[in-house]
């Protein structure tokens, strides 16, 4: 079940496989659909490339079939088109687009290099094995030498389900997906390879998925007669490092939730004046039952006084975020006292020490298989950060996010997401939903930001992010 109908499934080359094969037992053929598919591939290529002549590559596959639709395509939309072929087409689908091309077949090796458009149709999820050395590398030549490049489905050597390059692979302009997106345009190596994506439909209903692309969520604002208690108490327990937990308080607060009190923390400059603070030695601004996100970790420390504070916060069981140094006592065994709705948000090193340690798990797979594994064994939705961030929940749901900025790799930002995500678990009360909020609301913040910004400049911008949702 998508966490809303703007998540676009993110499928298995088997799984798109599978979605084809209920369309066409639904009386589509497949031949149709491979119709739908370079029509449609066709006419992204002659808006961006007008009348450019164009070298299209075709593979034995289905995907070489799209191939001779785009040419035919192309050649009906008044566009100069040459095709060559790396093999004959082995599908019954293929071999009647290429009768229906019907034109001119030049060997692979044989065409000439300079083109002002290259279109690879080689190969896209029924690869199995790398490009052989010189098809890799006549490929790259051929990309290369072009003003514009395109790679249907996917730029062929790159393997569907993990985003690696199984042989040399050039870098496109447009990679253009078909029927639905696939791991690989998700995936980091896979999406260095093209400037931009974009997704074709062509009638293919996604099938049960799990996993989604993180796009804009919707949000709501606050009831006619909300107050601050209603609309979400956060609780952020601060540390050895103030300056941390301070930023994770102020994202909280301008991430959505009504109140966030900062806890153990005696003086920090520049903190919002709406930021309350409470002494760790005051019981009842722990225990209060009106606490809807409990917030620890930024700048918490990984000695006994941060231990002992994380104990006393996770005494309470109210719904955690933990970050940052809670997540390093955590993989010193606090596992096994987590409470219900948490949240975890890792980046690789913290990930790996935590669940490296976790006997009997199986950590292995791409950063969707890590997430979705951790979060199972953990119980909590697990925030695995990074350039691709994967949020997954105990269900086995996840959604990636592939766009954030890179700007991002900056200090601190890390703790603006980890407020940013207790502000979203007081408000919604659902940790799944409230995480893939905040990564959301993060990576928008970032490109609000523009270049260079350090983590407390994101702060500013949170609000317009949000205002991107209402
Ligand atoms: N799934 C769908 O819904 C649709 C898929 N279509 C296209 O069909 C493609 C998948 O087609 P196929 O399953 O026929 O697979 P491909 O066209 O990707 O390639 C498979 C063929 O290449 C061979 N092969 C694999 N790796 C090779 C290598 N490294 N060197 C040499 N030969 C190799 C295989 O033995 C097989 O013959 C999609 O990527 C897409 O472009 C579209 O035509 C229409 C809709
Ligand atoms: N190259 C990148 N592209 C996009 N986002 C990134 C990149 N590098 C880091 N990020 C994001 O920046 C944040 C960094 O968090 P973290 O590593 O915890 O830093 P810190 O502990 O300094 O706050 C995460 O949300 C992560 O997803
Ligand atoms: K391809």
Redesign the pocket.
Known sequence: MPISDRNAPVLTAAE??A??AAVIAGGVPEYA??QR?GKAAAEIIWRAGAKRETLVLC????????GYVIAKALRDYGVPVKVAALADP??E?ARQARAEWGGAVEGFFHVETHFAQVVD?L??????????GE?AARLVQLVEASERSYA???PSGISTDDGMPLSAVPHFDLCIA??QWKRAHMLRPATGHWRRKHLCD?G?PAPDATLFRLERPRLSPPADDAHKYTRGLVAAVAGEMPGASALAAEAAARGGAGYVRLIGVQSVNRTSHAIVRASMKNEAALSDPRIRALLIGPGLGRGEAGAERLGQALVHSHPVVLDADALWHLAEGAMAALPENAILTPHAGEFAQIFANLSGLDISGTVIELAVTAAQSSGAVVVLKGPTTVVAGPDGRAVVADAAPSWLSTAGTGDVLAGLCAARLAVTGDPFRAAAEAVWLHGEAARLAGPAFLADDLLPYIPAAIAACL
Do not use: H, K, Q, W
Not at 59 to 66: A, L, Q, R, T, V
């Open positions: 798109m496989r979605a084809e659909l491979m598919a593979g034995p596959g289905n995907n070489g079939g799209d082995v599908t689908s149709a190969f896209g999820t029924g690869l199995t094995r790398g490009l052989e098809v249907i489905d996917i078909l029927g062509i293919i």
